[in-house]
């Protein structure tokens, strides 16, 4: 949706029982998309998706630096891995894109397109 400014996100987490699955989505205005989830002993916050909206000039493929800081406060979460993983889907290209959480504050580098791996035909 061209005009639509609102982002959405959902945490990922590992369950203790090994499965894994994804938080609530929410949804806020942009760089304000609050994530929450409710974590049992023994889960892992390992990852975090959220959309970005269209735009005809920024490169919504690539995290933003607040996103990195984002991830960097996530890291300091006991219950989150510290390898977790940053995820964007791109509104205009339809398509998430992977990114290594620590590998900020910024980059103008786009990360692996894991949409064919993540949608089955
Ligand atoms: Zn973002």
Redesign the pocket.
């Known amino acids: 949706m061209k005009d639509d400014k609102i ?1 959405h996100g959902a945490l990922l987490i590992r369950y203790a029982d090994g499965s894994v699955g994804a938080s609530k989505i929410t949804s806020g205005i942009h ?1 304000e998309v609050k994530m929450r989830a409710d974590i049992a002993p023994g889960d892992k916050i390992i990852g975090y998706i ?1 959309s ?1 909206t269209y735009d005809d000039v920024v490169d919504q493929r690539l ?2 630096r ?2 990195f800081e984002t991830a960097a406060e996530l890291r300091k979460n006991p219950h989150a891995d510290p390898h977790l993983l940053l995820y ?1 889907l791109d509104m205009k290209t339809n398509s998430v894109y992977e990114y290594h959480s620590g590998q900020g504050p910024s980059t103008k580098q786009v990360g692996p397109n894991i949409t064919k791996d993540v949608i089955k035909p």
């Open positions: 982002e760089d959220h970005h995290p933003s607040h996103d964007i």
